[in-house]
Each structure stands twice: as C-alpha cells, then as structure tokens.
C-alpha cells in the first residue's frame, strides 16, 4: 500500500510538470481534457487506482508523443540504434 502511495505521489508530480500541454496547439479540447482528468486523479480504492494509476502514465506518455512528435521519434529512434 505505501510503494502504491509513493508511485501515485511520484506520478502526481511528473503530470503536474507537464501544464503546458494544456495550451498546446497539437492536441485537440478532448485530449486536453484528458489531461486535466490525469491532474485531478484521486486514490478512490486501490484496485480502480492501480488501473487508473497504468492508464495515466500511458496516457500521459501519448499526450507527449503527441506534442513532440518529431522528438520524441527522434530520440526514440536514437536509443535502438546503439
């Protein structure tokens, strides 16, 4: 229970550092909703959580990609080539 609260915690932190995907221009009103769903993200109970918890750091990890698509690819495309 308390490595599950530290993970959420950890999470919460990393999501809150991303805000300005909430004026990005590439993603759409339905994605940054999304996104501030990830910001308000509560413990409701631990099995609903823990599946919330894998959700938002795929989500999240999407909306990134989405941003900085070219980047991300790039960096991405780096890491299997050595």
């Known amino acids: 229970m308390k490595l599950l609260f530290s993970l959420s915690e950890l ?10 995907l909430l004026g990005s ?6 994605e940054k909703n999304q996104y501030r769903e990830l ?3 509560r413990d409701e109970d631990n ?5 919330k918890l894998k959700f938002s ?3 999240l990890l999407e909306l990134l990609y989405k941003h900085y ?3 991300m690819a790039w960096l991405f495309a780096g ?4």
Request: aromatic share 14%; charged share 40%.
């Open 11 to 20: 999470l919460a932190d990393e999501i809150r550092r991303f805000k300005f």
């Open 25 to 30: 221009d590439k993603l759409d009103e339905e």
């Open 39 to 41: 910001l308000t993200m």
């Open 69 to 71: 698509a070219f980047f």
């Open 79 to 82: 890491r299997d080539a050595g």
């Open 57 to 59: 750091l795929e989500r």
């Open 47 to 51: 099995t609903m959580f823990g599946m």
